[in-house]
Antibody, heavy 114, light 112 residues
Framework: EVQLQESGPGLVKPSQSLSLTCSVTGYSITSNYWGWIRKFPGNKMEWMGYISYSGSTSYNPSLKSRISITRDTSKNQFFLQLNSVTTEDTATYYC????????WGQGVMVTVSS | DVVLTQTPVSLSVTLGDQASISCRSSQSLEYSDGYTYLEWYLQKPGQSPQLLIYGVSNRFSGVPDRFIGSGSGTDFTLKISRVEPEDLGVYYCFQATHDPYTFGAGTKLELK
């Protein structure tokens, strides 16, 4: 069974970087596409970007040059880094297998606050 | 960016009723390969979103046949016949035809 689990700090200071890990079991990240999605307080959901089976990436332009998605195939993990965070980046962050989004992690709530 | 307009914002139903959610796109969601990358997700309280429908009308594994997706071009609908307690939550449409991919604002299905 495909399982994903996010991990990372729940509190980040403004202007710092947010770093999250998605650990995948039951399926190799060298197949398919793997994405990051976030849900803001309220109901708004935002697609952030993905990393492909080959390691290529695609990002939401709204995140401009702040976002980076990388991977470690030896550990079957992929990562999200979001730089220069503000309070507007406070959200629950999800990783998911993409194409369609058929398996999701449980989500990690990240608060940006000093 | 493609804007997905979901209506209604909230829907109050009685168990056993039919519910219908509309998702209208600011652009056609038919990709150049002929496929329409329109999906529906349900987020139940305290849970992660779960895939219901992909490719407009294909039910994901284990999704009951009371969930029916339909539509084409810019106009899509999710119908739930005979609403059951486990169907309550927030429904989202999502398009992966045009980059950046986008979600609708959500429709909350609750009991009357």
């Amino acid at each position: 069974e495909v399982q994903l689990q996010e991990s990372g700090p729940g509190l980040v200071k403004p202007s710092q970087s947010l770093s999250l890990t998605c650990s995948v079991t039951g399926y190799s990240i060298t197949s398919n596409y793997w994405g990051w999605i976030r849900k803001f307080p309220g109901n708004k959901m935002e697609w952030m970007g993905y990393i492909s089976y080959s390691g290529s990436t695609s990002y939401n332009p709204s995140l401009k040059s702040r976002i980076s998605i990388t991977r470690d195939t030896s550990k079957n993990q992929f990562f999200l880094q979001l730089n220069s965070v503000t309070t507007e980046d406070t959200a629950t962050y999800y990783c998911a297998r993409f194409g369609p989004l058929d398996y999701w992690g449980q989500g990690v709530m990240v608060t940006v606050s000093s | 960016d493609v804007v997905l307009t979901q209506t209604p914002v909230s829907l109050s139903v009685t168990l056993g009723d039919q519910a219908s959610i509309s998702c209208r796109s600011s652009q056609s969601l038919e990709y150049s390969d002929g496929y329409t990358y329109l999906e529906w997700y349900l987020q139940k309280p305290g849970q992660s979103p779960q895939l219901l429908i992909y490719g407009v009308s294909n039910r994901f594994s284990g999704v009951p046949d009371r969930f029916i997706g339909s539509g084409s071009g810019t106009d899509f609908t999710l119908k739930i016949s005979r609403v059951e307690p486990e169907d309550l939550g927030v429904y989202y449409c999502f398009q992966a035809t045009h980059d950046p991919y986008t979600f609708g604002a959500g429709t909350k299905l609750e009991l009357k």
